[in-house]
């Protein structure tokens, strides 16, 4: 059973840090490309940061709006992608969904991250 658990998320005032890690069980960590994706209340889900595969390059993207403030890793041997959130704003206030893609895609529960002062 593929398990996908997101942890790290709460309440932190503008300009804090936060590190969000997601676990993976049930899949062959090591070949899948990973992402960080948020949703916001009435708003579409869209993709924070992604890295891929060592068969891809461990190639890094980052959606604008986090460039400069967040950092995607992923650490193959403990099957875990972490974000690093840092210089926060209002705006990143969003339940924040680990994404695990190869021939298919799974998701996590998400984990909530409020901004706000």
């Known amino acids: 059973q593929v398990q996908l658990v997101e942890s790290g998320g709460g309440l932190v005032q503008p300009g804090g840090s936060l590190r969000l890690s997601c676990a993976a069980s049930?899949?062959?960590?090591?070949?899948?490309?990973m992402a960080w994706y948020r949703q916001a209340p009435g708003k579409q889900r869209e993709l924070v940061a992604s890295v891929r595969s060592i068969m891809n390059g461990n190639a890094i993207n980052y959606a604008d709006s986090v460039t400069g403030r967040f950092t995607i890793s992923r650490d193959d041997a403990k099957k875990t992608v972490y974000l690093q959130m840092n210089r926060l704003k209002p705006d990143d206030t969003a339940v924040y969904y680990c994404?695990?893609?190869?021939?298919?895609?799974?998701w996590g529960q998400g984990t909530q991250v409020t901004v706000s002062s």
């Open positions: 049930g899949i062959y960590f090591t070949v899948y490309d």
């Open positions: 994404n695990a893609n190869f021939n298919s895609a799974y």
